[in-house]
Structures are given as structure tokens and as C-alpha cells.
């Protein structure tokens, strides 16, 4: 069995890019280590975020090295089931966000972020740094 699977959200990745951080750090080792996925919709995100071509390259040269995870049909619906459960309880999430629980849920993965309101997902597990 491999390293454990992270799914990285993009406002770490964020951190990554700009440079010196302890997220961005953890992000390297990570890299390095292995069991880093990355879904389309933080590409895109990403690449959307870009100030210019060389950023945007940089992007895709570093996600093109990582395996990326395709959303299935079945993580539509239980993504469509969460974001439905939590806005039920009054709790509203960005749905690229709800999208990515799901994927980290429905694959046993952890999510790597810095955004509290994944805290309103009690199935989530989060990636935490080492010894923080």
C-alpha cells in the first residue's frame, strides 16, 4: 500500500505558488513524498487565478506531474446529496468546495485547506501539517 492520498484544495495551492509558507512548505514535502491528487476543477481554478503566461505555464507544469482524478458520475451525486444535507441545515459552501468534499469522502482521501467551512463536514478528514 502507497502513501495516503491527498486531495489539495486550491487555496493551498495558492500558497504554493507565492512562495514561502508553512502550507506551501507541507505542499513540497508532499510532492515529494507522493499520494498527491489533483482534480480538474482546481486546475482550472488555478489557471483562471493566473497574472500571466509564465504563472499559467508554471501551473500546468507542476499539475501535469501529479495524477489527476476525474469526477465520476457517482461523485456528482454525492456531491449534489451533501451540498443538499448542508444547505438543509442552513449551512451554504461554495459547490466547487461541496465537489471536492465529495471526492475526498467517496475515495477515503484527506483534504488539504486552510478553509474553515469545510469544518462544517463531520465525514471530512483534513490533512494537518506535521507536528502543528
Not at 497574472?51 to 505555464?57: E, P
Not at 451525486?77 to 444547505?87: K, N, T, V
Not at 438543509?88 to 484527506?110: E, Q
Amino acid at each position: 500500500m502507497g502513501p495516503e492520498k491527498i486531495l489539495t484544495d486550491t487555496c493551498i495551492w495558492i500558497e504554493y505558488f507565492r512562495g514561502k509558507s508553512l502550507f506551501s512548505e507541507e505542499l513540497r514535502r508532499l510532492i515529494q513524498k507522493g499520494g498527491l491528487v489533483i482534480t480538474g476543477p482546481v486546475v482550472f481554478e488555478l489557471l483562471q487565478g493566473a497574472k500571466n503566461k509564465k504563472d499559467a505555464d508554471l501551473i500546468k507544469e507542476v499539475t501535469r506531474g501529479l495524477p489527476l482524478f476525474e469526477v465520476t458520475h457517482e461523485i456528482w451525486l454525492s456531491a449534489g446529496d451533501l451540498y443538499f444535507d448542508l444547505r438543509r441545515k442552513g449551512i451554504t459552501i461554495p459547490p466547487s468546495d461541496v465537489l471536492l468534499a465529495a471526492m475526498a469522502i467517496d475515495n477515503n482521501w484527506s483534504l488539504f485547506t486552510t478553509d474553515n467551512h469545510f469544518d462544517h463536514i463531520p465525514k471530512l478528514r483534513r490533512h494537518s501539517i506535521p507536528g502543528k
